[in-house]
Antibody
Framework: EVQLVQSGAEVKKPGESLKISCKGS????????IAWVRQMPGKRLEWMGI????????RYSPSFQGQVTISVDKSTNAAHLHWGSLKASDTAIYYC??????????WGQGTLVTVSS | EIVMTQSPATLSVSPGERATLSCRAS??????LAWYQQKPGRAPRLLFY???TRATGIPARLSASGSGTEFTLTISSLQSEDFAIYYC?????????FGVGTKVEI
């Protein structure tokens, strides 16, 4: 079974750093794109960026360029989303999703990130 | 960036009725459009890609069509499990963009 399993919910303070993860299983991890998608409370889905594990080619949405870093660890079949300094406005659910091209057929369960002082 | 506009924002229908959801792109995207369904507290689920190709496991009562800038998702006879939010997403150009969604409610 193809699965993406994300790391658990996080509660952080503004200014702290954070890395969340997305582990793929049941398929050849290196051959499918992994995207990260933000969903703020009650809001639409927003593409943040995408990475191809085979080459680590990464593309960011302009809205998120410089705000987050997407990386991959092929040895553990995991993709990561990293913030150097969190803001309250980063509070959201973050999904990873597997893609063949730019349509995404398998999604992680989501990671809730809460940033509050 | 390509702006995706969905209408209506909310569609109130009864089980067994037909529902038609619209999605418009701010510029031509050919057939590079996907539809997703999201239920409360759940991750999105891919319904269609290539504007009209049904994803694995999607029932035949759901259909999608369109090209260029105008797209439609149709649910021929609403079942209880179809009440959700539906998003369209273009993948013609970067950044990939979603519409704001249409909520299908009773």
């Amino acid at each position: 079974e193809v699965q993406l399993v994300q790391s658990g919910a996080e509660v952080k303070k503004p200014g702290e750093s954070l890395k969340i993860s997305c582990k793929g299983s049941g398929y050849s991890f290196t051959y499918y794109w992994i995207a990260w998608v933000r969903q703020m409370p009650g809001k639409r889905l927003e593409w943040m960026g995408i990475i191809y594990p085979g080459t680590s080619e990464t593309r960011y949405s302009p809205s998120f360029q410089g705000q987050v870093t997407i990386s991959v660890d092929k040895s553990t079949n995991a993709a990561h989303l990293h913030w150097g300094s969190l803001k309250a406005s980063d509070t959201a659910i973050y999904y990873c999703a597997r893609g063949s091209g730019y349509t995404f057929d398998t999604w992680g369960q989501g990671t809730l990130v809460t940033v509050s002082s | 960036e390509i702006v995706m506009t969905q209408s209506p924002a909310t569609l109130s229908v009864s089980p067994g009725e037909r529902a038609t959801l619209s999605c418009r792109a701010s510029q031509s995207i050919g057939s590079d459009l996907a539809w997703y369904q999201q239920k409360p507290g759940r991750a999105p689920r891919l319904l269609f890609y290539g504007a009209s190709t049904r994803a694995t496991g999607i029932p035949a009562r759901l259909s999608a069509s369109g090209s260029g800038t105008e797209f439609t998702l149709t649910i021929s006879s609403l079942q209880s499990e179809d009440f959700a939010i539906y998003y369209c997403q273009q993948y013609k150009d970067w950044p990939l963009t979603f519409g704001v969604g249409t909520k299908v409610e009773i």
